[in-house]
Structures are given as C-alpha cells and as structure tokens.
C-alpha cells in the first residue's frame, strides 16, 4: 500500500486527521487512508492520496474531500492576524485557495510578507529595548533591596533620623522605578520628538530618552542616563544626603552613602570583565583621535578632552568588581553629559 502525500501546511497527527474525515461523514468507505502528512484543519487546504487498492474509487474520494474542505476554507476564511502565523510556502498555498486572480494575490502576498518582516523588526527592536531598561533597573532594584535590609536592620543605638533618611531614600528609589516601568519604557516617540500613540512612534532606549528631556531641559538627566542616579533629580539627591548626614554617629559605624554609583555584582565575573576591556578598548581608540585632532588644531578644548580622557583610562584601572561599568568614558564623570 502506498500513499503519495504534499504537505502544504504544519504537520497533522493521524488521529486528528481521522476524526475530521469521521466527523464530517468520510468513515465507512471501504478507503484506507495511511496519513504521514497533512495540513491543519483550520488552514481547510487539501489532502491527496493515491496509488492504494483502487486507484479509481480513491481518486474520487478524493475529489469529494477535497472539494469538501475548499468549501469549508471559502465559508471559513483565516483573518488577517492568523495568516501572519503562516510561512511563505503555507501563505502562498493558502493565497492559491481563496484568490484567483494572479495580480492580486501576488499583491497581497507582497504585503503581508511585508508586515511579516515589520512585526520581526519591531519585536527584535523591543527586546533590544527591554534589556537596556532592565539592566538600568537591575542595579536600582540591587541597591534599593539594601535599602530596605538596612531599614529593618535593628541598631544599637536606634534614631529617628536614621529612620527618616532611610524612609525618604527609599520612596525616592521606588518613585523612580514606578516612574521607569509606566512612564518612561512606555513612551512612544514620532521623529518629531512629539509623544504620540504606540502605532504611531517608537520606544526610546534610556540614553534615547534622557536625550529627549535634555532638549527642554539640558541638565535635567545627566551623563546620558548610564546610571539609575542620574535620573534621580539633584534636588532629591541633596535632600537624601542631607539626612543622612544629621544621622548621630558612633565610634567605628560605618554611614550610609546614598546614591553611590555601584552596580549589581555580576553573576559571571568574565563577563564583567570582558564589557570593562571593551570599554577601554574604545576609549583608546577615542584618545588617538583627540590626539590626532590636537595635533592638527591645538586648542585648549581639544586638549582638554585628551586630559579627560587620558583620566577616565585611570579611573577604569581603579574600578572595583562591584563598580558601575559606563557605556562610554563620559559615564566615568557623573556630573557630565
């Protein structure tokens, strides 16, 4: 026995296959029906079989589920969504079925696989988008849940003002992280720069954003956002530091510094290490350039960024394993844009 079978869609388990023809009054013939593949029911394409006991009451049984499941794939059409989920073999076959004109189907064929590849930018795009925020929120997560144990933590000599400080940094952290997830990752952007609906514009990535606010108001995020305290607004930042300096010391206890710009330790230090060579690597490749562009103009600015530059390379080799590790060499100057 023998079946000749062209597979047009995703595979079919015979089971499934069999309680369709059941279902739909098939059984009973005195077919046997050998199925390795097939096609999804809800896609309603065609199944063919040929070359069993009798090659001509096949063939017409044949011609009546084909022309049954034709019927069944004109009265039950697949929206515009579902065929997105097909392939461009299943799509092409699917297009055959349902559009008889070659122009139009080569037309619409065009435009969906043209959708296709917006919705695999875009969510290759929003991925991209979510990792650069969630390693922003990573660290503010990190150094709020120390926040929070340093809360709790009973002192010996408890104090109000102990209290109170580390009362206000933490709102201030849980502010700016509330702020981050429905604010900040959720705005949508024109070319414009003007806020519009997600259909209409794209995400900002958290140097992409601080850019933006910086057009109204150039110091509001500094450093290009590298580090979650930088979206802290400086008045918040000098408001925490101060009550944690009224807190009363005693011999030997170590005071709390806010707004540190440390990071999460990493789970793999190699991988630390290695974003910590990139870094130098192109921060060496920037000092030549300053050199270059000194050489040929020397001016005080051009000197200038040589010197910071020249530092920035310093401070990298001091940087401890737990040490916030910047983009670019700016990140190396908090204060800095």
Known sequence: MRAIFRKLDSPLLYAKALLFLKKDGYHGQSTRFCLAH???ISYHLSIHFG???NLGQQMKNIALISTHLDLKLMRNPLSEAQ???????????????????????VERMELLLKKKSEMKSSKLRNKQFDALWKALLRDL???????????????TNPTPERDEAFDRYIEVMQRLEHKIKTNYMTTYVNDNGDIVEPELGHRMTPS????????????AIPNNGAHWTDWVPRAQRQEVSDLFGLIPTSPRMKRKLPFQRTS????ESKAKSAQLERLKLRTENELINAQQAYEIEPTDKHLQTVRKIKQALRWMDELKPNDFVPPTWHGMYPETK
Do not use: C, H, M
């Not at 065929?83 to 189907?105: A, E, H, M």
């Not at 999460?264 to 789970?267: K, S, Y």
């Open 83 to 105: 065929q997105l989920k097909l392939t461009p073999k299943q799509l092409q076959n699917y297009l055959v079925k349902t559009i008889s004109d070659p122009s139009v189907r």
């Open 51 to 53: 070359y069993l006991f």
């Open 264 to 267: 999460r330790p990493p789970q």
């Open 38 to 40: 097939g096609v999804d």
């Open 141 to 155: 997560k990190y150094e709020l849940a120390n926040a929070i144990v340093g809360r709790k933590y009973k002192s």
């Open 208 to 219: 992409q954003f601080s850019a933006w606010v910086q057009r109204k108001n150039p110091r």
